[in-house]
């Protein structure tokens, strides 16, 4: 049976052109990644905003491209009609126009972009390696015993490096390994001077090092052979290669990597001025500590010496010697009194002896005193002598210095009432009573005008 109703029309989704530009510009933005694109550079235009606008051509077609400011302010190079290039862009859409553009991100002369293809490619590979693992980078020695630096002995990176070193810390010797940096078979002589300075082991640090330059004339720094030779070598290497905006692969294969060849020797050497402050600062705690333990030791050997000297064994002899002499002297007194007593016990003895013998005692005290007659008169004789004769000196010293001899030259002495002697007329006073002694008798007189002749 048929259905005789009449069919719905299919509806249609009409879009407006803004709606069909706007879908088609995030097709094409997110169908599409960032990509690298090579061709022509014409007609272009730097208008005020700072923006970039111009066309990219090959033989075959052409597109629109846009770069806006913030992206222009990274590229090294001036952009200018016919000029080959390589752009990173991503492909986007005009809605205003419906013009089909590239959104560049960066661009680069189309020779130096061969060479960032080939840069990003090793770097990939040997990264994947492992190569430039965090963990297989050495640390620098904190004072080399020798530095070696891998350069051009002619360029402007050698004076630098050079004076840097000299400047910051001239002990240290150095050892340069003369290669070209730049040109054919430069990549060779660099990674053969890396062999050599590992195998000699002449230096503990090695620097490896030119001036800056384009991503060209840098190259032989990013050639695999190079950054092999840097992991192989048993020496730490930093790499000091161009500028600071520069990066090589020698950077990322270095155990450091120093923003300029003058950084590298910076980073190789101390300043001697910290050194010298912190060493000074050192010296000052170690003489403080070897002052606090020389006291400490001092007072230590003056306790031990106190102690040795009471266990010393002269001052056992001492003390011993004196205990002998302690016992001398009891033994002398014993000895003495022992003495005393028998010569005591003699004498009654003798005193008994005389009693029963008395002309031999009288005898004996006959000699005796006749022997010592002589000799008492002889002393006697000898003492009066020698007292008349200190007798007569006393008596002329007394002489000499007695006032009455002073008095005998016509002089008088004279005294207050009180006895005190008058020596100077400052001390008395007109009508006072005085007394006046001279050499034959005093007398009694009143004072009257004082004339003091040293006014």
């Not at 490619?121 to 963990?135: Q, R, V, Y």
């Not at 992991?231 to 990322?252: Q, W, Y």
């Not at 190789?268 to 002052?291: F, H, N, Y």
Request: aromatic residues 4%.
């Amino acid at each position: 049976m048929s259905d005789d109703r009449p069919q719905a029309k299919p509806s249609r989704e009409i879009y407006t052109v803004s709606r069909l530009n706007r879908e088609a510009k995030l097709l094409l933005e997110t169908a599409l990644p960032p990509l690298w694109v090579e061709g022509e550079i014409s007609n272009f235009a730097k208008p005020a905003s700072g923006h970039w606008y111009f066309t990219l051509k090959d033989s075959g077609a052409q597109v629109r491209c846009t770069m806006w400011k913030q992206a222009t302010m990274r590229v090294r190079v001036t952009p200018r009609d016919g000029m080959q290039v390589l752009l990173r862009i991503r492909v986007s859409l005009y809605e205003l126009r419906g013009e089909y553009q590239l959104q560049v991100e960066q661009l680069e002369e189309a020779g130096e972009g061969a060479l960032r293809r080939r840069f990003d490619e090793l770097k990939t590979t040997l990264a994947a390696e492992g190569l430039f693992d965090k963990n297989l980078k050495r640390a620098l020695p904190t004072l080399p015993k020798c530095i070696g630096i891998i350069t051009s002995p002619t360029g402007a990176a050698i004076r630098d490096i050079l004076h840097i070193l000299k400047r910051r810390f001239p002990a240290v010797p150095v050892i340069i390994y003369p290669v070209p940096v730049q040109g054919t078979g430069a990549s060779t002589h660099i990674a053969n001077a890396l062999a050599s300075a590992s195998r000699r082991r002449d230096a503990d640090v090695l620097i490896i090092a030119r001036g800056g330059g384009s991503l060209e004339d840098l190259w032989s720094f990013n050639e695999e052979s190079v950054a092999r030779a840097i992991r192989d070598c048993a020496i730490p290497v930093v790499s000091g290669v161009g500028h600071e905006i520069d990066f090589t692969i020698a950077d990322l294969a270095a155990d450091v990597r120093a923003p300029t060849p003058s950084g590298a020797a910076e980073l190789v050497v101390p300043d001697r001025a910290e050194w010298l402050r912190a060493l000074l600062a050192v010296k000052q705690t170690l003489q403080r500590a070897i002052s606090q333990r020389l006291l400490t030791h001092d007072q230590r050997l003056h306790w031990l010496m106190g102690r040795l000297q009471r266990v010393h064994p002269t001052a056992q002899l001492r003390a011993r010697g004196q205990h002998l002499d302690e016992i001398e002297a009891s033994l002398n007194t014993l000895i003495a009194r022992h003495l005393s007593e028998r010569r005591q016990r003699l004498h009654w003895l003798a005193h008994r002896l005389g009693q029963v013998h008395p002309r031999h005692t009288l005898r004996a005290h006959r000699q005796s005193l006749n022997a010592l007659k002589p000799r008492l008169l002889r002393t006697m004789q000898s003492r009066f002598s020698m007292d008349r004769s200190r007798l007569g000196a006393a008596a002329r010293t007394l002489q000499a210095v007695s006032p009455l001899a002073t008095l005998d030259r016509g002089y008088a002495i004279v005294q207050k009432p009180n006895g005190h002697i008058i020596r100077e007329v400052s001390g008395l006073i007109a009508g006072e009573m005085v007394r006046v002694r001279t050499a034959n008798g005093a007398f009694s007189a009143t004072v009257g005008d004082i004339d003091d002749t040293r006014g």
